[in-house]
């Protein structure tokens, strides 16, 4: 699903050129709330993903394929993508939600889950530009078990495993819920990430585009 490049603009309040934005669904408000959608998503390079937080207290975590659950920033150099907890709750009462938006540098792969609770273990999980014609292993489904066997779930700013069930993470580094920061994600995986709130109206009438 697209947004036309001026109701993109006017939304992130940046002139960008003729852009591709993907919107995926963060916690559905349909019956499947622990979800990505879509939980696959085919991007060029210079497009953009915008997330939309719709329910519950979630985030967008970047890992490996080999590695799910636990932040990409624990096994390369890649800072990697990571949103903070959203909580959607506070913000939906004043008519937003959060979003977190990022600009895909290059079509490899990149894999997403939720390090909320165990939800990455429940399927909380996603891949932008799956490649299994490169390595047919690395597919969303087997990225989903590899998922489901996860010991823990990290948020994108743990360093190490113990992190993990205590969910020690720092306030500093996360963005809150009225979401003005944008983080600093660098390397291959985006060029910019963009933290921001929608107005809840106006995403309704976004999905129906
Ligand atoms: C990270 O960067 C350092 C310094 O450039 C390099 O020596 C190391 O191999 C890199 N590690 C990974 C996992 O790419
Ligand atoms: C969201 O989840 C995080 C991690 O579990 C928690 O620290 C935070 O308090 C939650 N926020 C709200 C508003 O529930
Ligand atoms: C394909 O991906 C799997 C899982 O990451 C990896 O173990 C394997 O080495 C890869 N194969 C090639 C040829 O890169
Ligand atoms: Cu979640």
Avoid: K
């Amino acid at each position: 699903m697209h947004f036309s490049t001026l109701f993109a603009s006017a939304l992130m309040g940046a002139v960008a050129s003729a852009q591709t934005v993907h919107v995926v669904s963060v916690g559905s408000t349909g019956d499947a709330p622990l979800t990505f959608s879509p939980n696959n998503v085919d991007a060029a390079e210079g497009d953009m993903i915008q997330f939309q937080f719709r329910t519950g207290n979630h985030t967008v975590t970047q890992s490996t394929f080999d590695q799910p659950c636990m932040p990409i920033s624990m096994f390369t150099n890649n800072t990697g993508i990571y949103s903070g907890f959203q909580p959607v709750e506070a913000s939906a009462a004043m008519g937003e939600i959060p979003t977190y938006t990022i600009s895909i540098a290059n079509t490899n792969p990149l894999w997403f889950y939720c390090s909320q609770g165990m939800h990455c273990q429940g399927g909380m999980v996603m891949v932008v530009n799956e490649n299994t014609e490169a390595n047919s292993t690395r597919s969303l489904d087997n990225f989903v078990q590899l998922a489901a066997a996860a010991t823990v779930n990290l948020p994108g700013d743990a360093t190490s495993i113990d992190q993990g069930e205590t969910g020690t993470t720092d306030p500093s580094e996360t963005t809150g819920a009225d979401g003005t920061e944008a983080t600093g994600a660098t390397g291959a995986a985006a060029g910019l990430t963009v933290s921001g709130m929608l107005a809840a109206v106006g995403a309704a009438a976004a999905l129906m585009l």
